[in-house]
């Protein structure tokens, strides 16, 4: 699987270089020679990003990456893995569940036309070409229902003894199974009712019929990406009139912009910055890996083990990442985002975890890998044909473990992020991933199983909507993202100014201690940080969630 690593000298590329070709890779070897007259600027630019002429409609590549639909269907990892790739979206309800015949009726008008979601692929040979296969969808049977028990055990595992807890914990056990319909012969998604326990008590009338709960909604992914599902879910998501809400322009299409102008002594050093960005890129799967610690002990275990659980972290105001992000703009002049200081929270967390282990985090060595997916514009016209897709790639960055303090390390995160966005990493990547997408797929698939004994985790932070958003009739009140992956898997969600973060993992440490700990850790990495552009531990508290 193709990834960039943003650090990287070039003496380091020579190093990478000499060494892969030393261990005979064929993997590497074959790419090497498959791009060595195609790695030049223009012909990137032109495969990537050229401008199609007026009125020419876009064509969305397919095989695009070792992780593209091709790859998806037959499996990302060798079948001795044992693994399958399932994308879980868990959206909570405080206040009552949405009724299933409601909930049944969205995914009937607005998912189900969708041809990926009423077919069934097909292949003949491992990453080959697809044959999606229309079936009648019954949609009452991809919905389940289940009802969450309290538990004496539920702190003991790390679990709030409430009854979002108690939900909680009957999410984990759905994350370590397979689709109950991909075993049934229908297509590859399923939805999960899960209702809350309410107490016989002092519980109002108007709640007593439908009680809270989580509504889990479990997507495999050669399904497509998770841009596309965004898309995809938009007529269904509507604000509190009932208008869908678009999420179009969280993100920026590829057809978006206008062409930079290039001369000859820029174009010289892009094609420089694009070869050196090809050897980092080959040797990531090839060389070293990062620091065996008490964070990654057993994450990279393979073949893959379903014991993974999940860390829920603090849900957070945007408005309070947005006040540390403009402070630092406005007092060092250089732009942060969102994203810089989401990503030096997380590593902050895992810094402390870290020390609490008693380990020397300045020693360890750990990278996150961040998926980039390629939005394009959507055609109306099309959409339930073309809209659903996997085209994305992965950029890579050290976690900024050595910073003394925690506002350095958002100063570290922005620099690596900086840094990457203005080299040629990206295309390099993207352009990588469409040549290796015609490897054979043993090959492809003992790439991607490298990587990942080679990578701690994978870090994912997607925008969403900043106003209340509903969906089957109800507001949603908190949304996560969970995808067990080999590796630690960490998604952000942000929805109606709440950023809500969780880690799918695993380890040998007690499930217990880790969950708190690293909880625990996260909070106190947020309060150091906004304290350090003046906001108050009180203040801190008011804007967290921690359930």
Not at 439 to 467: A, C, E, H, W, Y
């Amino acid at each position: 699987m193709a990834v960039l690593n943003a650090t990287a000298s070039s003496v380091v590329s020579q190093n990478l270089l000499a060494g892969i070709i030393a261990n005979h890779n064929p993997y590497v070897l074959t790419l090497s020679a498959a791009i060595a007259t195609a790695v030049l600027y223009r012909l990137v630019s032109r495969i990537l990003f050229g401008k199609k002429s007026r009125g020419e409609p876009r064509r969305r590549m397919r095989a695009t990456s070792l992780g593209s639909t091709k790859m998806m269907v037959s499996g990302v990892l060798p079948k001795t893995a044992k693994y399958d790739s399932i994308i879980n979206l868990a959206l909570w309800y405080d206040a009552r569940l949405p009724k299933q015949e409601v909930l049944q009726k969205a995914f009937a008008d607005h998912v189900v036309p969708h041809m990926r979601f009423h077919s069934i692929p097909h292949q003949k040979v491992d990453c080959g070409p697809i044959d999606w296969v229309c079936q009648r969808v019954e949609v009452e049977k991809h919905f389940f229902t289940r009802k969450a028990q309290m538990r004496p055990s539920l702190e003991a595992e790390g679990f709030a003894a409430t009854a979002e807890g108690a939900v909680r914990r009957d999410v984990e056990e759905l994350l370590n199974t397979t689709l109950t319909t991909k075993a049934d012969g229908r297509p590859w998604w399923e939805v999960h009712l899960i209702e809350a326990p309410v107490a016989t008590s002092g519980q109002s009338a108007a709640n007593s019929t439908r009680p809270p709960g989580m509504v889990l909604v479990r997507i495999h992914h050669s399904l497509g990406d998770g841009v596309s599902l965004m898309e995809m879910f938009a007529d269904a998501v509507v604000d509190a009139d009932g208008t869908p809400i678009s999420q179009l322009n969280l993100f920026t299409p590829a057809s978006r912009g206008a062409r930079a102008s290039f001369s000859p002594l820029k174009t010289l050093k892009f094609v420089g910055s694009a070869l050196k960005s090809i050897v980092q890129i080959l040797g990531l799967a090839t060389v070293g890996g990062d620091t065996p610690c008490s964070f990654q002990n057993s994450s990279r275990q393979l073949p893959y083990q379903p014991n993974r659980f999940t860390v829920y972290f603090p849900s957070h105001s945007l408005a309070l990442i947005k006040k540390i992000k403009d402070t630092l703009t406005a007092k060092e002049g250089k732009s942060v985002t969102v994203n810089d200081v989401e990503f030096a929270l997380f590593a902050g967390a895992t810094r402390r975890f870290l020390l609490r282990h008693g380990e020397d985090p300045s020693s360890v060595h750990l990278r996150a890998l961040t998926p980039f997916a390629m939005m394009e514009k959507m055609c109306v016209e099309t959409k339930y044909q073309t809209v659903l897709r996997n085209f994305w790639t992965f950029v890579a960055n050290e976690l900024p473990l050595s910073e003394a303090n925690g506002i350095d390390r958002v100063r570290s995160s922005n620099r690596t992020w900086s840094r990457l966005k203005s080299t040629a990493l990206i295309p390099a990547a993207f352009f990588l991933h469409r040549l290796a997408s015609n490897l054979p797929g043993v090959m492809q698939k003992q790439t991607s199983n490298d990587l990942m004994k080679r990578i701690s985790v994978v870090f994912s932070n997607v925008p969403g909507p900043q106003k209340a958003m509903f969906f089957g009739g109800e507001e949603i009140t908190a949304t996560h993202m969970l995808y067990p992956n080999v590796a630690q898997q960490v998604g952000v969600l942000s929805i109606n100014g709440i950023l809500h973060m969780a880690m799918v993992m695993s380890t040998t440490h007690d499930k217990g201690q880790t969950r708190r700990w690293l909880s625990e850790c996260f909070l106190e990495e947020l309060i150091e940080v906004a304290g350090s552009v003046g906001v108050s531990r009180m203040d801190v508290m008011k804007q967290v969630r921690v359930v």
